[in-house]
């Protein structure tokens, strides 16, 4: 639904976008990752057409981006702000009929969140007397009241509870089963690895990570596993694999080992079993912040 | 259209419905009234104090000639200067004049008093001595005091205009009045409303709410939508005074009159009761009564709506820069070097206006402040009152709109990029940077 080819933005100093291009589908759920700096906030504002990009397009639904699209994007920008002295409900109704709802529509619909999200009581407060996570909720409705198409999220989490970050995934996760596609941008990578399907990982204005998620993953797995077991092994050379740590944790002993080569995980097992109680073994899949750090400085990556 | 609209509604109710506009709204023609009334008060009864003046004369030509005044009252003496002296320690209110025989010759004339002598009663005595020197000279060459008097001309100048619809009688006081009084209105109210729009504009950035904003509306949309905003609750302030002041003053003028009787009956009598001689005091206009007549004269539609123009048009191209400056700065601290060249023209004007348009409203130093666009609301408001040329008001309203236009243009460049801006110190030679962004 959003196909961005080859943007390119300059600033005076800076480069903030380079050539970078790619695709969202519809329903996914889309994770826009990188350091700070990298250039996604640069990406979000092209997107929202808050500033204009100096090289490329955009094209949503098949039609290049234009003010029409505003009123099906919803964004939630990483700097949080309201209206300090206005009253809440007004507020959102004001922040809904900007993206060109009807004024009852928006009140239905305000009405609507203000029960889902059992905030009822808020209506006719301001903004400054509410908590910090309180007004982070009042934002995060603010963004997706007027029923987006797409929902841009930067840096969802942050600021929130445990308890509210868990409410707001579960209304990000119905939305997105109500057909929304949504964008994750964080730099925080292992925030969203449990809800992206898809990610693009960005570095310096550049694209260095485009793939869905499991099938980055897969491809970086590299036949590392972890094995916890009551004794230490007797022996210390093996033919099928080698021991890259050892722990002695909790009363038990963690080995961090490296299939070799034609080598499969029952055979290790099959040699270890006869020296130890096996308490338990789990693959080490790699997590995004370890691919990107892989990405960035690839001689430094412990699984290269 | 819609999303202006939107954000002109809620710039506007979001400052109309506070306390204090309409605390400001009633308290300033109460204020205005007040002063009002303390002016009219002073007028009225006047500088009571009424200063002695005991004349020792001993040339004997000005004795029982000086003329009492509203302020000053004359009585004559005739002791040795050492006892006057002596006599005045213990009225200490009062002054001793003191004329020597021989004063043609040495000069010697004196005003004695234990407190300082203002220079108004030194120049009335003066002018009274040389009125009494003449009128004896002219009587010891042998001229009639009863021609004198018929010569004696009592007048003072009454202006009057001509126009195309004749004669008007006008009233230089009471025309500069008024253009002072509009052209000051504007000038506080460009600085007031110019920086409520500054200070929205920080508040939005400020408050981080504004990349929500942008992602809905244009910056462009914003900047316009709040300065009509706040431009229409200025317009509804000044709307509020006209109507709240013109009709507490008809009351409390009605009140006066009835309340005190006739005003001018009381001012007559307090002349006669202050001055022995009635003469003085026979102007054939008085001062209020020239004053009124002088605003009968003014056509106040005319000025009311130039003045409406000029607020508008001066209140677009000032709140226009004043935006692109609170878009600039992320606090009202930092707003301090870029205020200066905004304000600049403002006060220069506002200065050059009290002191040389006022004096000469058709000077070409007036016609040219009266022209260009940053100036103009100003100069212009001064100039109204007096009549300017159809064709200069035409070239002045056109250059002016086109000014704002123009400064609007500049302005929501700078704007655009300047509220996506946070943490950095910026220089004018970024914000030119941002305006060919």
């Known amino acids: 639904m959003l196909s961005i080819q080859n943007i390119s933005k300059h600033y005076a100093q800076h480069t903030a976008l380079n050539k970078v291009s790619m695709e969202v589908q519809r329903g996914q759920i889309f994770g826009l990752l990188g350091p700070n700096g990298a250039g996604k906030t640069s990406l979000i504002r092209i997107i929202n057409q808050i500033t204009a990009p100096d090289e490329g397009q955009i094209f949503f639904n098949d039609k290049k981006l234009n003010q029409s699209h505003i009123a099906k994007i919803g964004y939630l920008p990483e700097e949080r702000g309201l209206y300090k002295k206005m009253e809440i409900g007004e507020q959102l109704i004001y922040l809904a009929r900007l ?64 308890v509210n970050a868990e409410v707001i995934k579960n209304e990000i996760l119905e939305l997105n089963k109500q057909g929304a596609t949504l964008i994750f941008s964080t730099h925080r990578m292992e925030s969203v690895e449990t809800l992206c399907q898809h990610i ?71 040699s270890i079993i006869p020296q130890t109680q096996i308490i338990s073994v789990q693959e080490i899949i790699p997590s995004i912040n370890d691919i990107f750090i892989e990405r960035v400085t690839p001689k430094a990556g412990s699984y290269a | 259209m819609r999303k202006v609209f939107l954000i002109i509604s809620r710039e506007y109710l979001s400052r109309v419905q506070k306390k204090s506009f309409l605390i400001m709204t009633f308290l300033v023609p109460t204020l205005l009234i007040a002063m009002y009334a303390i002016i009219f008060l002073i007028f009225v009864k006047g500088d009571n104090e009424v200063q002695q003046v005991k004349v020792l004369d001993k040339s004997g030509i000005f004795n029982n000639h000086f003329k009492n005044q509203k302020n000053l009252n004359f009585t004559y003496i005739d002791y040795a200067l050492v006892i006057a002296k002596k006599n005045l320690n213990q009225h200490k209110e009062s002054f001793l004049l003191y004329i020597d025989a021989n004063y043609a010759k ?72 008024i253009g002072f009084v509009t052209s000051f209105l504007i000038y506080m109210a460009l600085f007031i409303y110019g920086a409520q729009v500054m200070r929205g504009v920080i508040e939005e950035k400020s408050n981080r709410i504004i990349e929500v904003i942008v992602s809905s509306v244009k910056p462009f949309q914003l900047m316009l939508g709040k300065i009509l905003g706040i431009g229409a609750v200025g317009l509804t302030q000044f709307l509020l005074w006209i109507i709240l002041s013109t009709s507490l003053t008809s009351a409390a003028s009605f009140v006066l009159v009835t309340d005190g009787g006739n005003i001018k009956d009381k001012i007559a009598q307090k002349s006669v009761t202050t001055n022995g001689d009635n003469k003085v ?111 200069q008001l035409a070239l002045s309203v056109v250059l002016l709109v086109a000014g704002f236009v123009f400064t609007t243009w500049v302005a929501s460049r700078i704007y655009r990029v300047g509220i996506l801006m946070y943490g950095k110190k910026v220089s004018y030679k970024e914000l030119v940077k941002w305006f060919f962004y």
């Open chain 1, 99 to 162: 993206k060109g709802l009807t004024r009852a529509d928006a009140f239905a619909k305000t009405k609507y969140w203000f029960i889902k999200m059992e905030m009822e009581t808020w209506w006719k407060k301001k903004v400054e007397d509410l908590s910090k996570g309180m007004q982070q909720k009042v934002q995060f409705v603010a963004s997706i009241l007027h029923q987006p198409e797409l929902i841009i999220l930067d840096e969802p989490f942050s600021g929130f509870d445990p």
């Open chain 1, 200 to 270: 693009v990982i960005l570095n310096k204005a550049h694209k260095i990570l485009d793939g869905n998620l499991n099938e980055i993953r897969n491809s970086y797995r590299n036949s590392s596993f972890k094995i916890v077991v009551d004794n230490p092994f007797t022996q210390t050379n093996f033919e099928n694999f080698e021991i890259l740590s050892t722990t002695f944790l909790n009363e038990c002993w963690q080995y961090y080992i490296k299939l070799n080569e034609a080598a499969n995980l029952n055979q290790v097992l099959l």
């Open chain 2, 106 to 177: 040495n000069g010697n004339i004196q005003i004695l008093s234990q407190k300082k002598p203002g220079l108004n009663l030194i120049t009335d005595i003066e002018n009274q001595m040389q009125t009494i020197l003449q009128t004896q000279r002219l009587l010891a060459a042998g001229i009639d005091t009863a021609v004198l008097n018929q010569a004696e001309a009592q007048f003072s100048i009454t202006a009057k205009q001509i126009s195309e619809e004749g004669e008007k009688d006008t009233s230089i006081g009471a025309t500069a009045i």
């Open chain 2, 281 to 391: 005091n026979e102007l054939p206009n008085n001062p209020i009564n020239n004053v009124m007549k002088a605003i009968d004269t003014l056509d106040f539609v005319y000025i009311i709506s130039c003045f409406l123009f000029y607020f508008i048009g001066g209140y677009l191209i000032y709140s226009a820069l004043f935006a692109a400056v609170g878009s600039a700065v992320d606090n009202e601290t930092e707003t301090q070097q870029f205020m200066l060249p905004i304000t600049l023209p403002l006060i220069f004007t506002f200065i050059i206006g009290m002191n040389v348009i006022i004096n000469n409203p058709d000077s070409s130093l007036a016609f040219w402040l009266s022209i260009i666009p940053f100036t103009s609301p100003i100069a212009m408001m001064i100039r109204i009152p007096f009549g300017v040329p159809n064709c």
